[in-house]
């Protein structure tokens, strides 16, 4: 016999948040979300970020033509390319369910998700502001993992992560959703978990599986990320110097970035300045830096031509922009207060 607490709507009903860029990836995440077994969502909110009025309005046709019977459940907003935060909360908004449950547009739910989940919605104490999902990433088994590859499967075990973490919604509310300062795809979730933890209620993670894809990646996608060090930034001006204990986040190498690229602007400056000695001194700790920097991301990896030429190049390139990203953040939000101090 079910359990009844699995098909009581007041313990489990639910609404899927989808924010997109409409992305291929969307009509097998709605395809996988279709054919999962178990209690259906009240609602699906489709987040369409994309950034103005122009984009083709016909785009989202076919992912939704995968939703079979969902479709009739299934709304469109529009969010004006404001980052996926601001679009978590566009469709945040919207949700009258008990339960808002966000999932990214490219991960594929278990084919036992909604079942699972339903499970985990039933068992969450009264105390439980959330559940998290599990997250599985699929690397290749006939080659070392590539840098990019090494870095999605971090995703399963991160914590809090949006790409399938579901929230009350009233909790999601006292707490005034996310921080849509977060324009990137990287510590809003943290923020948010953050946020509700310190409000007295728990996070656990459930028994659900979510499978993350690999997406396809251009060879400066690590150049690109460093930008996330300008919400490490703000992430200390919300939570404090201590945030990354807080997060059971890694710390980064964001120190000896700087020194790196202290090290290399210094040897440029005393070369200008005649004083070679000094010069081939800091240019020899910038070098030694960048090696160790290079090899720590080439030795785990296939090492192929292309991949350790992209890994010695942007091993170069990633010291200065993460330190530039930094310091802007820094400026940028200098003046953010603490987050309990606006709560």
């Known amino acids: 016999m079910t359990d009844p607490a699995l098909t009581d709507p007041a313990l489990t009903g639910y609404a899927v948040v989808i924010p ?30 994309r950034p103005g009025p122009h984009e083709d309005p016909t785009a989202l046709e076919h992912p939704m033509s995968v939703l079979g019977d969902l479709r009739e459940r299934t709304v469109v907003l529009r969010s004006g390319g404001r980052g996926p935060a601001a679009a978590r909360n566009t469709g945040m908004r919207a949700v009258i369910a008990p339960w808002t449950v966000f999932l990214d547009d490219d991960v594929q739910v278990g084919p036992h998700w909604r079942a699972q989940l339903a499970q985990d919605l039933a068992e969450a104490a009264p105390d439980t502001g959330a559940v998290q999902g599990v997250i599985a990433v699929p690397l290749p088994g006939e080659r070392r993992p590539t840098d990019w590859e090494r870095g999605t499967a971090g995703l399963a075990r991160a914590r809090w992560i949006t790409a399938d973490m579901a929230y009350r919604t009233d909790v ?34 459930g028994r659900r599986t979510t499978r993350h894809p690999v997406r396809p990646a251009s060879r400066w996608v690590s150049l690109r990320q460093q930008r996330g060090n300008a919400d490490d930034a703000l992430m200390r001006r919300l939570h404090g110097p201590d945030w990354w204990a807080k997060a059971v986040a890694p710390r980064g190498r964001i120190r000896r970035h700087a020194a790196v690229t202290t090290a290399g602007l210094a040897a440029l400056v005393l070369a200008a ?37 992209a890994m010695v190049v942007t091993s170069v390139l990633i010291p200065p922009a993460a330190t530039w990203h930094r310091l802007s953040g820094l400026w940028r939000y200098r003046a953010a207060p603490a987050w309990r101090e606006v709560a």
């Open 20 to 49: 997109t860029l409409v992305r291929d990836t969307l009509a097998d995440c709605l395809a996988a979300l279709a054919a999962s077994n178990g209690p259906g969502p009240d609602e699906i909110v489709l987040v369409d970020d």
């Open 172 to 205: 999601l509310k006292r707490v005034g959703g996310f921080d849509e300062r977060f324009t990137r795809a990287y510590r809003e979730d943290a923020d948010l978990a953050l946020r509700v933890l310190d409000q007295g209620w728990r996070i656990r993670r």
């Open 273 to 309: 300045a005649g004083r070679s000695r000094a010069a081939a001194v800091a240019g020899l700790g910038w070098a030694a830096g960048t090696g160790e920097f290079a090899w720590a991301r080439i030795a785990p990896g296939p090492r192929t031509r292309e991949e350790v030429a």
